[in-house]
């Protein structure tokens, strides 16, 4: 019987990188060729380019679930990108992974997020359907793709980015084979139906250990949910009683932040321990193998459950509160006049965005209403229908 290796235990590479990890010195390269960076590697040159960008600027005024106007302590999308990156730096730092790289996926995985968050992505994707259907709708990681590859404007050689592969593989979380197609190379592993590398792996779960857990911190501070609600919720329930038994004098805020706190540890630590067993059965010795093998990263059976009661709850009882539904009612309004009016008379659009052909025209639409953020898009409609705006 062959031993297995234990992926926190086997002796760093030069590099300090398992096996399995992405090299920089090994990427799959950049759509447009450019010298190699000489103080940094290829993975922390995309991070850095991202952090640059105009679109990650944006995001500090996008909503996750509450809009920007309504409180200047609930997560945007900026904060919210921070804490994916937070989390995801420390699980690839305990399977030793590539954490710039997945560094650089977390902080651009929201970059082509429409203002009020999916409300405005499900009423942008039903225009561009109704109005545009051969333009192929809208989704909003393919929109990250999107500004990554071709919408910002920085550099003088090349439209967009120009990040590596391995980056716009990670951005690039789901696709249909429709879309896929389209893409190329970053495309390919969703019709051939292969894995991303286990950076963008875990990075995804970040994305969902980061939403699950704040939106409970600001749910209770919005006050559209209660302690007594979500001590339903198991993961909620077993921290919390365990924060009350050791700090029974301690104050109501205090207790929930130490109890959420204590449920990202847990959520974390499991998925670092089963990731770990995951990678030690199936021993990959290189990207290409983990591409090949099931899914590596993920939670065990148990903590799973739990946390996809943890979503359900958080989607009954604060995604659709009717508090939060009558925003994301005036929210849904907004995109879809816009952008009627857009495309019933492009001159309101600014130059840049004007296009000649139906379909080209609905894309450049989509691109500019969700390049918008919460308030601009709110002025933007003033702007159009209130007689009183300038």
Do not use: W
Not at 90 to 109: G, K
Not at 203 to 212: G, Q
Not at 311 to 318: A, I, N, S, T, V
């Amino acid at each position: 019987m062959t031993a297995t290796r234990s992926p926190l235990r086997t002796p760093s590479s030069a590099t300090g990188l398992a096996p399995y990890a992405c090299d920089p010195a090994r990427t799959r390269g950049r759509r447009h060729a450019e010298p190699a960076p000489a103080n940094r590697s290829e993975f922390q040159r995309d991070r850095d380019r991202i952090v640059h960008a105009n679109a990650f600027r944006r995001l500090e005024y996008k909503t996750q679930v509450f809009i920007n106007h309504e409180g200047d302590l609930f997560r945007t999308r900026l904060t919210h990108s921070l804490e994916v990156a937070q989390i995801a730096r420390t699980l690839a730092r305990s399977l030793r992974l590539n954490e710039d790289l997945i560094e650089a996926i977390a902080l651009a995985h929201d970059l082509g997020h429409t203002p009020f968050g999916h409300a405005g992505q499900d009423e942008l994707n039903a225009c561009m359907r109704e109005r545009a259907p051969q333009a192929g709708g809208f989704e909003h990681n393919l929109q990250s793709l999107r500004v990554v590859d071709e919408l910002e404007e920085r550099y003088a050689a090349f439209n967009g980015l120009n990040l590596c592969f391995e980056t716009r593989e990670g951005i690039l979380k789901h696709c249909s084979a429709a879309h896929a197609r389209q893409l190329g190379e970053v495309g390919r592993r969703f019709l051939e139906r292969t894995r991303p590398s286990l950076e963008a792996q875990l990075a995804n779960l970040a994305d969902e250990i980061a939403y699950n857990n704040h939106d409970i911190d600001d749910g209770l501070r919005s006050g559209l949910l209660t302690v007594q609600d979500l001590r339903e919720v198991e993961l909620f329930a077993v921290h919390h009683d365990a924060v009350l038994r050791e700090y029974p004098g301690l104050a109501p805020r205090r207790t929930t932040s130490e109890t959420i706190r204590r449920m990202i540890n847990t959520l974390i630590t499991d998925l670092t321990a089963t990731t770990a067993a995951r990678i030690a059965e199936h021993d990959p010795r290189s990207v290409d193998e983990v591409r090949q093998a099931p899914a590596l990263a993920g939670f065990s059976e148990p903590v799973r459950r739990q946390a996809e009661a943890l979503k359900r709850f958080l989607f009954e009882r604060l995604y659709r509160h009717y508090k939060v539904m009558r925003m994301t009612n005036k929210a849904r309004r907004i995109v879809r006049e816009l952008f009627s009016a857009f495309q019933d008379e492009p001159r309101l659009l600014p130059p840049d965005y004007r296009r000649m052909g139906h379909t080209e025209q609905a894309r450049a639409i989509a691109d500019y209403i969700a390049g918008m953020t919460d308030r601009y898009a709110i002025r933007e409609h003033k702007r159009i229908f209130d007689m009183e705006e300038p």
